[in-house]
């Protein structure tokens, strides 16, 4: 009773303090990586405009975003594609442990990272309510406009394995949208015009996602002080 009726006399304040995050893997075991390039999956929708070597800048997204955490050390783009020299990383690699965990052993590490993308897009017909203002009636109506959603969507899968177990340490998919609004006119022109800008910036969110997760970072949280 005292309690409450101290805290009826007080002001309460809210206020954000940065809570560290741990890491969600071991980052004394795992602190050096090779990225293999990333793999088209089988079923995913082609679409024109994506180059064959998106593969590849995707893991080179990755190795970026890595190499700027002072945990990890990542194996850089020309020392990967020297070592990889008459490779071809394909889907099936995905569930090979054994042969992954010996080209880790080869690149001195204690994790590969690899994984499968899927990049597709789902085009809907929608319709959006507004007001406008009407001369006839002097009055704001409610009115509507029929449009159509363009929806980029990519699926990023990350994998890392541990070379010394050959496990699976990581297996996570990372989900990714971005939307447009079309007139019919603006809508044909985006079917042809290329989707690799967008891809781009859709791996870059992914990349970042990850990262967080097995990095050690703060994150902004809500506290409530009395005064």
């Known amino acids: ?55 590849n800048e995707i893991a080179e997204i990755l190795r ?29 690699w995905l569930v090979n442990t054994e042969r992954l965990s010996e080209l880790g052993r080869y690149f001195e590490v204690k994790g590969i990272i690899v994984g499968s993308y899927q990049f ?12 406008r203002y009407s001369t006839r009636q002097q009055r704001y109506v409610m009115d509507y406009q029929d449009y159509m959603q ?18 699976i340490i990581w297996d996570e998919a990372y989900l990714q949208k971005t939307a447009e609004a079309h007139s019919i006119g603006s809508f044909v022109f985006s079917q042809m015009a290329p989707q690799e800008t967008t891809l781009r910036e859709l791996s870059k969110r992914a990349a970042y996602e990850f990262t967080r997760d097995i990095s050690p970072h703060y994150e902004q949280e809500d506290r409530f002080l009395m005064r």
């Open 150 to 167: 363009k929806t980029y969507i990519l699926a990023l899968r990350v994998i890392i394995i541990d070379v010394d177990t050959e496990k």
């Open 64 to 92: 970026s975003g890595l190499t700027r955490q002072k945990h990890f050390k990542v194996v850089n783009k020309q020392e990967t594609t020297r070592l990889m020299t008459g490779e071809e990383v394909g889907e099936e």
């Open 1 to 55: 009773m005292t309690l409450m009726l101290c805290a009826c006399g007080s002001k309460v304040a809210r206020v954000s303090i940065p809570i560290k995050v741990q890491s969600e893997i071991d980052i004394d075991t795992y602190s050096n990586f090779a990225v293999l390039p990333f793999v088209s999956e089988k079923n995913a929708t082609k679409l024109d405009g994506i180059p064959v070597k998106t593969g």
């Open 120 to 131: 597709k897009t789902d085009t809907r017909p929608r319709r959006y309510y507004g007001e």
